[in-house]
């Protein structure tokens, strides 16, 4: 199982990227996907998700309204769009796999079992 995040980059205050989350070793309508963000000096924080069977996402409040998780069947890849950004968005963003088919899938870091490298939003000012 295996999972590596794209997309990040540096972007103006205001601006949009998306992220992409290319995941190998198991199907997307198996298990659930989050994104994960980590600014420097900040713990890991879960910002959103996205269930395996029915498609469910769950957003954090900070995102809310500006982020879209969406995934690609087909691609095995987890997207997330991200509008809107602020300074405060900084920081290294991680994708992640929940690899218990049974777990109602949430933002929580500790019920996630597999980790991709991340990969750095800068928003500037």
């Known amino acids: 199982v295996q999972l590596q995040a794209s997309g990040g980059g540096l972007v103006q205050s205001g601006g949009s990227l998306r992220l992409s989350c290319a995941v190998s070793?198991?199907?997307?309508?198996?298990?659930?996907v989050g994104w994960f963000r980590q600014a420097s000096g900040k713990g890991r924080e879960g910002i959103s998700c996205i269930s395996s069977a029915d498609r469910i996402s769950h957003y954090a409040d900070s995102v809310k309204g500006r982020f879209t998780i969406s995934r690609d069947i087909d691609m095995n890849t987890v997207y997330l769009q991200m509008n809107n950004l602020k300074p405060e968005d900084t920081a290294v963003y991680y994708c992640?796999?929940?690899?218990?088919?049974?777990?109602?899938?949430?933002?929580?870091?500790?019920?996630?079992?597999?980790w991709g490298p991340g990969t750095l939003v800068t928003v500037s000012r």
């Open positions: 070793g198991f199907s997307l309508e198996s298990y659930g």
């Open positions: 992640a796999a929940d690899l218990d088919a049974a777990a109602i899938v949430t933002t929580i870091p500790r019920h996630y079992d597999c």
